[in-house]
């Protein structure tokens, strides 16, 4: 990754801030994160804001015993530390990485002063505070009333906006944990979806093989979040931009 401070790149939420490049630029380190790598618990304090560049990261909401759900994905379109903007320095989520990769990050107290310092950065950021809301009701919806078939098409699609390719490695193991599904029923939606032609799968290995196709499969939830997040942060995004 290169270290010139002054033009930090592949974050589309950071490239948009205002003034971001002059006043947050000093402060950001380069940094890899690794796959399965922990960067929140639930109840710990955050200490970093990460910027992802072509690393994505699972936000999962803790139950009892076992249970878990993921109800976020943020890649190079957010950033990881949403809470401190409603003032509150401890995660209510696990924030795991589900792809390695590259990130911007930044000591939260020193993000903090930052925000406090300038309006228009506290502004930008809150239009995308109130994206992440909006999007983890979404999810919430989305896991309450539609079917795996329709609700794994729009995760996978949400993991190709963000690992930037149509190939990326996923066991049906993790799939049904990051659903809140039985892997039974993650092993059959994946089974319907592969018979139509929309995805290879083997080993772990996913191959996307139609895009259309997929979007067509998956529930409306995958186009409310990229119309939520054009609209509130208006961002230009190309076809393989990440969106939420």
């Excluded at 380069?30 to 560049?53: M, S, T």
Aim: hydrophobic share 45%; net charge positive; with cysteine.
């Amino acid at each position: 990754m290169s270290t010139n401070k002054r033009a930090p790149g592949g974050n589309l939420l950071l490239a948009a801030l205002p003034g971001a490049e002059q006043r947050l630029t000093a402060d950001l380190t380069p940094v890899h994160l690794a796959f399965a790598q922990p960067l929140y618990e639930p109840g710990e304090r955050i200490r970093h804001v990460y910027f992802p560049i072509d690393s994505f990261v699972s936000l999962i909401a803790p139950g009892e015993g076992r249970a878990q759900l993921e109800i976020g994905l943020v890649g190079n379109e957010g950033l990881l530390g949403a809470p401190l903007l409603l003032g509150v320095n401890v995660s209510p989520l696990r924030a795991l990485v589900q792809g390695a990769g590259r990130a911007w990050r930044i000591d939260a107290k020193r993000f903090l002063q930052e925000v406090e310092a300038n309006p228009g950065l506290r502004a930008a950021l809150n239009r995308y505070l109130y994206v992440f809301l909006a999007q983890t009701l979404q999810t919430a919806t989305c896991a309450r009333f539609h079917p795996v078939e329709a609700r794994l098409a729009r995760w996978l699609l949400m993991t190709r906006d963000r690992a930037h390719s149509n190939q990326f490695h996923i066991t049906h193991e993790f799939l049904a944990f990051m659903l809140g599904v039985r892997r039974v029923g993650v092993t059959s939606a994946a089974i319907a979806l592969q018979r139509r032609k929309l995805i290879r799968y083997g080993r772990g290995d996913i191959s996307v093989i139609d895009v259309r196709g997929l979007e067509a499969a998956a529930c409306g939830c995958y186009e409310i979040d990229k119309k939520i997040y054009a609209r509130v942060l208006r961002t230009r995004r190309t076809a393989t931009d990440a969106t939420l």
